[in-house]
């Protein structure tokens, strides 16, 4: 029997709809399995900018750090709202406090789903890949006031305004995120892609010389460099030929959400942030859906939670070190999903044997599967 501390930080939109699935999913896998898991719940996003000022507190980053692991759902709403500090700047606030510079996003498509996907079913046979995005510097911190609160610097150049985003990257934040993308393809199918776009920008051109490099460390991985935009066609044309990808953060961002259609829906798509940092029995994590917080379908009970519910199963992996924990919740998906049950994000209008259900009903399904 084991304890945990998880920090449960909803957020907004659709967040505390697929977290609060999540969450069941997390106190059945504890009652079946005879585990003591504790929550706290915090404010994050809108809500905590309304309550505190800002979009997370300094009391919530420390109930997280008292924690083995945060469960996160999503935060942000429509682009023109509000003053104030940005809701986003919570997650900044979080992958900084902890270094959490890994960021691993598993894309496996459910062989049951394939109609859900706008690529014909024979492109995505046997795709099966794992994202490693660097999520500890980059585009994103370009500038240090952005992560301090304030906005990003626009100033006045002669007539007009500029703006300016810088791309920073040092060879030990290459080394560290490239390490992990080694070592997790050598657990699985020793392949690895790195993504850049060397023929353009300096800090790409380093960071081929950092892979190289790590690579003699691991000689039984297979690697290539691959350009970025490349990639984003390679992803679609053949997504079956990669592995594992390791890639700065913002194309890791957009790749994977671009990725994501090849399982159907970004509602599929789990993540797991981590750094260095450590717990009893693993790595210290933020666990959250790839998605964001869907404001267009928010409080319908639409949202899919299956990228939520499955974030919680890497969190039970990584962070817990349950792994037949972890395999249960994935199986119980799986097994959703093949009776049939979908949100209407992966329902296919043709298919007459499947079940449109809400995120509650969806959540149910999955936790009545779970077995010990
Ligand atoms: P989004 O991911 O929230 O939504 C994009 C589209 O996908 C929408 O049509 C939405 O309905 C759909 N979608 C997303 N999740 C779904 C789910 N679980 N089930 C079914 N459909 C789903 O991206 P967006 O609309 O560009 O961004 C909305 C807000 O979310 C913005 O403020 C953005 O900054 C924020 N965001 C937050 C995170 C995060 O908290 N990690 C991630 C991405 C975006
Ligand atoms: C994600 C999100 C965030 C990112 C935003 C909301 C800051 O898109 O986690 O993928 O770009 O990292
Ligand atoms: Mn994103």
Redesign the pocket.
């Known amino acids: 029997m084991s304890r945990a501390a998880i920090a449960v930080l909803a ?5 505390p709809e ?1 977290t609060a699935q999540a969450v069941e999913v997390l106190q059945r896998v504890g009652e079946l399995f005879h585990h003591t898991f504790t929550f706290q719940h915090c404010l994050v ?1 809108l809500a905590a900018v309304k309550a505190d000022g800002e979009a997370i507190s300094v009391d919530t980053l420390g109930a997280c750090a008292r924690s083995d692991a945060i469960l ?8 023109h ?1 509000g003053a104030g500090p ?3 700047l ?2 900044s606030r979080l992958r900084t406090t902890f270094d959490l510079y890994a960021n691993i996003r598993p894309i496996k498509p459910f062989e049951a789903l394939d109609l859900a996907s706008p690529l014909r079913s024979e492109y995505l046979k046997g795709t099966d890949m794992v994202f490693v995005r660097e999520l500890s510097a980059g585009l994103y911190y370009g500038h240090l006031e952005t992560v301090a609160g304030k906005p990003s610097e626009i100033r006045r150049r002669g007539a007009q305004l500029e703006a300016i985003d810088t791309l920073t990257y040092t060879e030990s934040e290459i080394e560290r995120v490239v390490r992990t993308a080694f070592e997790i393809a050598g657990r699985r199918g020793r392949r690895l892609t790195s993504v850049d776009k060397a023929n353009v920008l300096s800090s790409s051109v380093l960071w081929r010389r950092v892979v190289d490099r790590v690579a003699r460390d691991h000689p039984a991985v297979t690697y290539e460099h691959m350009l970025v935009d490349t990639c984003a066609m390679r992803l679609i044309r053949s997504p079956a030929d990669f592995d594992v990808l390791v890639t700065e953060n913002l194309f890791g ?1 957009i790749l994977t ?1 671009a990725a994501s259609m090849l399982t159907g ?4 798509l789990p ?1 797991a942030s981590l750094g260095a940092r450590r717990t009893e029995h693993g790595l210290f994590g933020l666990y ?10 928010a409080g319908l009970n ?7 519910i499955l974030s919680a199963a890497l969190l039970l992996r990584y962070s817990l070190g349950l792994h037949r924990e972890a395999a249960a919740v994935e199986t119980a998906v799986e097994e959703v999903v093949q009776a049939g049950y979908r ?4 329902h296919y209008c043709d298919q007459s044997e499947s079940t449109v259900v809400g ?1 509650r009903e969806l959540g149910r399904q999955i936790r009545d599967r779970l077995r010990p």
């Open positions: 957020g907004d939109g659709t967040g697929v996003g996160f759902g999503a935060v942000g709403g429509t682009l709202e940005r809701p986003e919570a997650l961002d959400d829906s970004i509602g599929m993540s959250e859906p790839v998605h964001g917080s869907a404001p267009d379908i639409l949202a899919n939670p299956i990228g939520t949100t209407a994000d992966i995120t």
